[in-house]
């Protein structure tokens, strides 16, 4: 058995990024720059106002003075000549600043009346005035190629005047369950058998971690199919297999797989759940396999197929980030296999993010996995903790898992 992380690493090493395809900017939110976005423009384009009121020359705007109102300037329809001496121009916010003006009378600090405006609070030069290029500038680089694209980073780019953008490819990710044993939901279920979960589950873990899934249809326990199925997925970009990845009389995989030039990199890891976990290449597709227990291939999903997905969608090799949390129980000393503890969160009285662990662990309960909002992550040969002590969990609500 590999630990978990030179398992994680050595996926991770063998990905590369999608290719780069143009989307429309509605289109680009949680997709991945394949190139950074650079202004097309400044912002804001000229001086304008940061208030409503008057436009005026701060010399000229001393407590008590009174100006004369030349014109208006609201947004969108500049003011055309030049403030002269004595003069002030309404202006909106976002208005234009007249040539001339180098301060903004606030509307509440001033009594207009008869086309003129009395000064009732002076100006000082450049209050309440947005510099041109005050939030950026043509050619300035706003958004660098590798970054996920937020609702923020989308608005940025149309204020950069970006209609298009140039992102990677979305991942396409092979799904293939095998086993004599399961049917999907709604189907008969086999003297024997049970309802499949895996596909649907790592669908979705697919989706959260935006990539494309492909559902093949289940096969049984016989080299063949499988070897006929995974065939069809040759042009994925990964394909993730559940089911058979053991060494069981009806563990196929490997077998199945190996007849089609499988190479195999490593099988078994020190972790808990999901000891059997496969990877290799299958000509030029990669293969990850996980365990059929369906508590298993995801905890699998969340450690490998998450980060694996990101380095497919252009981001940086990384583990999913963790969070210190203070444990609800005691935790006993781990042994030899990096172990992941399905456990709730609350907030204590001091306001301390507590993860409590089930009191059952047992990798087949999916029901406790669907209600855990953490893994504690307690790695290889970890040291017994009391209760109220810091350890790492991954937060699995924020993921979409």
């Known amino acids: ?60 705007a ?42 903004i009378l606030l509307q509440e600090d001033a009594e207009a009346r008869d086309g003129a405006v009395e000064v009732r ?10 510099r041109r290029g005050l939030d950026f500038s043509s050619g300035e680089t706003l958004l660098p190629a590798g970054r996920r694209l937020s609702a923020r980073d989308i608005g940025l780019a149309a204020a950069a005047n970006h209609p298009w953008l140039a992102v990677h490819r979305r991942p396409r990710i092979g799904i293939l369950a095998t086993g004599d044993e399961i049917a999907l939901p709604g189907e008969p279920i086999p003297p024997g058998g049970i309802v499949s979960s895996n596909a649907h589950a790592l669908a979705a873990l697919v989706r959260a971690g935006g990539g494309d899934p492909l559902v093949l249809p289940i096969v049984a326990d016989d080299r063949d199919a499988i070897a006929a199925a995974a065939a069809a997925a040759r042009g994925c970009d990964l394909l993730v297999t559940t089911g058979g990845a053991s060494v069981g009389e009806h563990d196929l995989i490997q077998a199945a797989l190996g007849e089609q030039g499988f190479a195999l990199d490593f099988w078994k890891i020190a972790m808990r759940p999901g000891k059997p976990l496969i990877w290799g290449r299958l000509g030029a597709t990669p293969v990850l396999g996980l365990p059929g227990n369906p508590v298993s291939a995801l905890v699998c999903g969340v450690q490998f197929l998450l980060p694996a997905l990101a380095v497919l969608s252009g981001l940086p090799a990384a583990p999913l980030p963790t969070i210190l949390v203070r444990a609800g129980t005691a935790l006993p000393a781990n042994d030899r296999r990096f172990d992941h503890l399905r456990a709730t969160l609350h907030l204590d009285s001091a306001g301390h ?16 996995l669907a209600r855990a909002e953490a893994l504690i992550l307690r790695p290889a040969l970890a040291p017994a903790l009391p209760e109220g002590a810091e350890v790492p969990a991954i937060p699995l609500g924020q993921y979409g898992i």
């Open 1 to 60: 058995m590999i630990p978990l992380e030179e398992a994680r690493a050595r996926i991770l090493d063998a990905l590369r990024p999608t290719a780069a395809e143009t989307v429309a900017l509605a289109e680009g939110w949680n997709r991945v720059l394949a190139q950074p976005v650079v202004a097309r423009l400044t912002q804001p384009p000229a001086d304008v106002s940061a208030m409503d009121g008057y436009a005026v020359r701060a010399a000229d």
């Open 62 to 103: 001393v407590l008590g003075a009174t100006l004369a109102v030349a014109g208006a300037a609201p947004a969108g329809h500049p003011y055309a000549g030049q403030l002269a001496p004595g003069q002030a121009v309404r202006i909106f916010t976002g208005g234009f600043v007249p040539e001339g003006a180098d301060g």
């Open 121 to 130: 609070e002076a100006v000082q030069p450049g209050r309440w005035i947005r």
């Open 353 to 368: 993010t507590v993860a409590t662990p089930f009191p059952q662990q047992d990798s087949s309960m999916l029901a406790n």
